[in-house]
């Protein structure tokens, strides 16, 4: 019966949908209507309101929409969608100033006399207003009411302009910021957290270990990172559209003529460019650059693009004067000196020390005065305007509410969905699929395709992702990243604006375009695009790096990037490595070779033996490296074998396991005396039956197959294991030696206090005593290898606090630590001229290899080769 209310689920939605029914209103509603029919008819069929629900009853998945949903947005630390009303109103504030006019108008008079050009210059005005505005249908608009008649004018074909423009204005769905973009980064959250649980789940049910290893962990996303994953692939559909354009502008002039510009090119032209494009490309770069950089957050990015799009109106909306660009200069000087301030002041309130601390703040204060001065009269110009302000307001609010709304909804869809075992049929459809992922995944792309028929974007992403996004995120054969798969479910659904019948830019523009273009022509133009999208999707399927690279780089090079120790990083850090002995081995054998010798007779002992030891590891390091690139053979080439068979096996017990969630059903209905309880036994019997004929077709050969595979992979990861730590233990007696010697200067600080320790003493009282002992032991605490000394200063300090005070011990605990404090000066100093700039050149040798993973963050050559290896998608199922 679940699959029935199932089926009835969908096609209540389906109708309501079709029906023009409010998309907010009709997800909800076929949730609450096909939930209270179950639980009526489960009433009346068997006396229990849960009888028809996978698991669960009524009011608990009625209520699971609402939880979900306040649950997510309503935690501070989830605040994705914060960004949603933000974009909205710089987007329309953009459009409303009218800056799609003056781009289009000068971006054809430069563009124009190339063949094609008029053409390219929507595509690259498309792009522009798509990293600022990226508001499908005014941009459509703007395209269609200004390029359309000047393009048919200069003899362009009618399907070639109509498909340029529809295509060129959906660009502002994969090219950031992008709403769509911030919702699919909220609904993968989501679905990581449960593919993590799901492989967290296949590996205990495989390999019966506990826990899952760190480094086959699904990393979740973020607004910031699908920004940065979608910028290359947007580029490269606006490329893809210029060459195209260009193609048919070679091959059918006639389709595409170049259009001479009648005036010339001269300084005032120039003029008109830099107007025209220098401020939409400053709010890209604030907004784009601050995410980019790690300077702002994309809540804060989209604050600043508000505000940015504020000035920009308050100028373009303004009749004309003298004071018409003030309000923008404002702005601009005080960014300008608020980057002077940062760059050259200690700005830290809490830390003001001198003078110029104190000149600094005051002269940030000026810039940001400057700036709210700029902000404050922007606005009151566009709220005097046309009423520009409350417009925007008003139509930002109206959209912002329509998305959460329709949020709201899907999740209760979502819910209802799981309800009645949805998620379960969907994910053992695609598991039970011959092909493996790629298969699985060119099914959703197909079906996410084909919905884009007939659902807009944003509820083919809160409906259909939230479903299928875990099962493809949890699969270990492809193991792809989860930015990746939203910027590929991003550029699918960009098609659903331009597939008939209902591709909404194709609605806006048949409501601006001349009779003369008919609606037949605009379906035939998209087609060609339609296409290029698709090899789009190709394209990036087939090299995930231009997904991957920006975010991953942009994690690993920023203030805040994880140290090398982090576990996800080992493998790529081991590859450099690996590259890097083969390439600088000899160098490194050389530099370990001299550290070895060194002259370390007046080193303490204990710091001699430790670095000589580290020395000896840090020569293990290379045999340890050697023997994983063996292994690393090894698995590849016994890959060769135990794939096929490996994947045999764990289809049957993929199956097995779907049966044991289905008996366990049963038998939890026959338990509660659901159903006719003979024809559930009897279901039971020939589960059981079944998957005993499945366990049985599992080859003889399986457990010596599985099990030879299984002891290199158990080498390989103890190997790896015994490096990691080898490593470690060559290169932290380097740095402690190191900061033991540069501890000299430090040491020769405390000859005075403690020498006056030593003549105060027998004149000092218990209290007197114990905090000027203590001043001595924190001085002496932040030198390093001091702790011998602080010792005996806390031994001399509790002789003389205690019951039964020893002055005379005290004196001696002090004359020790006197007499220590001059060896190690004595010592340290000698190392400091001697032994130091040795250590340091056998550090500078070996810092970038063995001693990577110590190191506080990646340096930036290794963190961009750990970038590039990090970007490419790695195939870890056969450790499942």
Not at 702 to 724: C, H, P
Not at 848 to 862: A, F, S, V
Request: proline letters at 5%; aromatic letters at 8%; charged letters at 15%.
């Amino acid at each position: 019966m679940e699959i029935f209310f199932l089926l009835l689920l969908i096609v209540i939605m389906a109708t309501a949908l079709g029906s023009g029914y409010p998309v907010a209103f009709a997800l909800p509603g076929a949730a609450i209507i096909t939930v209270l029919l179950a639980a009526g008819s489960g009433y009346i069929f068997t006396g229990s309101t849960d009888a028809f629900f996978e698991s669960g009853g009524p009011s608990q998945w009625l209520s699971a929409g609402v939880t979900n949903l306040r649950g997510v947005y309503w935690e501070p630390e989830r605040d994705t969608l914060i960004a949603i009303p933000l974009f909205i109103f710089m987007g329309i504030m953009l459009q409303r100033s009218k800056i799609a006019e003056d781009l289009l108008v000068t971006m054809a008079q430069l563009f124009g006399p190339i063949p094609g050009g008029l053409g390219i210059s929507v595509v690259v005005v498309g792009a522009l207003l798509a990293a600022t505005t990226g508001i499908v249908g005014a941009t459509v608009v703007a395209m269609g009411l200004i390029s359309l008649p000047a393009m048919m004018r200069n003899g362009y074909a009618n399907p070639l302009s109509s498909g340029i423009i529809a295509a060129s204005g959906t660009l502002g769905q994969i090219i950031p910021p992008s709403i769509v973009l911030i919702i699919l980064a909220d609904q993968l959250a989501s679905a990581t957290d449960q593919a993590g649980q799901s492989r967290q789940a296949l590996y205990r049910a495989v390999t019966g270990e506990i826990s899952m290893p760190s480094e086959y962990a699904i990393v979740s996303t973020s607004a910031g990172n699908m920004f940065l994953g979608a910028l290359v692939p947007g580029l490269l559909l606006v490329g893809l559209y210029i060459l195209f354009i260009l193609g048919v502008a070679i091959l059918r002039p006639k389709y595409a003529p170049a259009v001479p510009y009648e005036g010339k090119y001269d300084f005032k032209f120039a003029g008109q460019v830099f107007l025209a494009m220098v401020p939409p490309l400053a709010l890209i770069i604030l907004v784009l650059g601050s995410i980019i950089a790690g300077v702002a957050t994309v809540n804060q990015a989209g604050a600043i693009g508000a505000v940015g799009a504020m000035i920009m109106a308050g100028y373009r909306l303004h009749p004309g004067g003298r004071l018409r660009y003030i309000p923008a200069a404002l702005a601009l000087l005080g960014l300008t000196l608020l980057v002077f301030v940062i760059e050259n002041f200690n700005t830290n309130i809490q830390n003001v020390q001198t003078d110029r601390d104190i000149l600094g703040i005051k002269l940030a204060l000026v810039g940001v005065g400057m700036i709210v001065v700029s902000i404050a009269w922007s606005g009151y110009r566009a709220y005097r305007t046309d009423n520009a302000l409350q417009g925007v307001m008003v139509e930002t609010a109206k959209t912002t509410s329509l998305v959460f709304i329709i949020l709201l909804g899907a999740a209760m869809l979502t819910a209802a969905f799981r309800a009645f075992g949805g998620e379960e049929l969907v994910k053992h459809f695609l598991e039970g699929l011959p092909g493996g992922f790629w298969t699985k995944f060119v099914i959703v792309m197909a079906v996410i395709f084909v919905l884009g028929f007939f659902l807009d974007f944003i509820e083919i992403a809160v409906v259909v992702v939230p479903i299928v996004a875990p099962i493809l995120l949890a699969d270990p054969e492809a193991n792809v990243s989860a930015v990746w798969l939203g910027v590929m479910i991003g550029l699918n659904i960009q098609t659903s604006f331009l597939t008939p019948p209902f591709g909404f830019a194709l609605f806006y523009l048949r409501g601006v375009a001349p009779a003369a273009v008919r609606t037949i022509q605009i379906y035939k133009g998209v087609v060609a695009f339609i296409c290029l999208q698709i090899a789009a999707l190709v394209i990036v399927a087939a090299y995930p790096p231009l997904v991957n690279y920006l975010p991953t780089r942009s994690a690993l090079t920023s203030e805040t990037a994880p140290p090398p120790v982090n576990p996800a990083l080992q493998f790529c850090i081991e590859n450099y490595v690996a590259e890097q002995f083969d390439q600088n081995g000899e160098a490194i054998r050389t530099a370990i070779d001299k550290a070895a010798v060194l002259d370390l007779s007046y080193v303490p002992e204990d710091l001699a033996d430790d670095f000589l030891e580290g020395v000896e590891n840090a020569r293990e390091s290379f045999a340890l490296m050697q023997r994983i690139e063996d292994l690393k053979v090894q698995l590849r080439e016994g890959a060769v074998e135990y794939r096929p068979e490996h994947s045999v096996v764990r289809g049957l017990e993929r199956d097995a396991r779907q049966i044991d969630t289905i008996l366990e059903d049963l038998r939890l209905r026959i338990s509660r005396g659901f159903g006719d309880e003979e024809v559930l036994t009897a279901r039971v019997e020939r589960l059981e039956a079944e998957k005993e004929a499945l366990m049985s077709r599992i080859p003889d050969t399986w457990e010596v197959t599985e099990a030879t595979y299984g002891e290199i992979t158990a080498e390989d990861r103890s190997t790896r294991n015994i490096y990691r730590r080898t490593v470690d233990q060559a290169y932290q007696p380097l740095v402690e030696l190191k900061q033991v010697i540069g501890g000299a200067e430090g040491l020769a600080a405390l000859t005075a206090p403690i020498d006056a320790l030593a003549t105060d003493l027998p004149s000092m009282d218990r209290e007197t005593a114990d905090e000027r002992f203590k001043e001595a032991e924190r001085m002496v605490g932040e030198v390093a290898g001091s702790s011998d000394i602080r010792t005996l200063l806390s031994d001399a300090r509790r002789e003389i606090d205690s019951r039964s005070p020893n002055p005379e011990r005290a004196a001696e605990l002090v004359a020790e630590a006197q007499a220590l404090l001059a060896s190690e000066q004595e010592w340290r100093s000698r190392a400091a001229r001697e032994l130091l700039p040795e250590l340091q050149a056998y550090d500078l040798a070996i810092q970038g290899t063995i001693g990577l993973r110590q190191q506080p963050r990646l340096p930036r050559t290794q963190a961009l080769y750990v970038a590039s290896c990090s970007a490419k998608h790695r195939d870890i199922s056969l450790n499942f």
